[in-house]
């Protein structure tokens, strides 16, 4: 996460209350007024592929051990094995874990699929990405993730992202 858009003056890498120098305190801003930037990063098991080489790899260990060609004897694109393990991740922490996020089904099935020559290119999977998002009324994207195993606790957690939501949409107008 790059949370540089919450602390302007900086923080400190590994004590984010404090400033870069360490002596002062210092408080993140709202999220819902600023945005974040998430990476997904697996650079423990990462590999170099020089400009133009092809991106033909062996290996059967990896973060998500659901990618159909992982084969230590077999080569397989590296690149398609990304796209489905991003989707497969998708798919694991998010729409099996939350409600409301059936606008990304249409995302992660392309990336999961069995067959790595029918999935998207990376720049394929952001064109839609992009193409989603635009499509979404701006207010659903900023509320909060409500768990599918808490429905009770879902009424609290909408309440609050309404009331946040409507508290950012006031300070918009008043200034």
């Known amino acids: 996460m790059d949370a540089d858009a919450l602390y302007p003056g900086g923080h400190d890498p590994v004590r984010r209350g404090c400033s870069p120098d360490g002596v002062y305190e210092v408080s993140p801003l709202a999220r819902i007024d600023h945005s974040v930037l998430y990476y997904f990063i697996d650079f423990g098991l ?21 990618v159909p060609e992982l084969s230590s004897s077999i080569p397989y694109d590296a690149f398609k094995m990304d796209i489905f393990a991003l989707g497969n991740l998708y798919a694991m922490e998010f729409t099996e874990k939350y409600n409301h996020l059936q606008f990304l ?23 839609q990405w992009q193409d989603i998002r635009n499509s979404l009324n701006q207010k659903t994207y900023r509320w909060r993730l409500t768990p599918k195993s808490a429905p009770v606790g879902r009424v609290i957690h909408e309440t609050v992202a309404v009331t946040r939501e409507g508290i ?6 008043m200034t």
């Open 105 to 127: 089904e249409p995302l992660i099935g392309p990336m999961t699929r069995e067959v790595p020559g029918s999935r998207p290119r990376a720049v394929e999977v952001l064109a």
């Open 168 to 173: 950012s949409n006031l300070k918009k107008y």
């Open 46 to 66: 990462a590999c170099h592929l020089p400009p133009g080489s092809p991106s033909l790899v062996f290996g059967d260990v990896g973060r998500d051990s659901d």
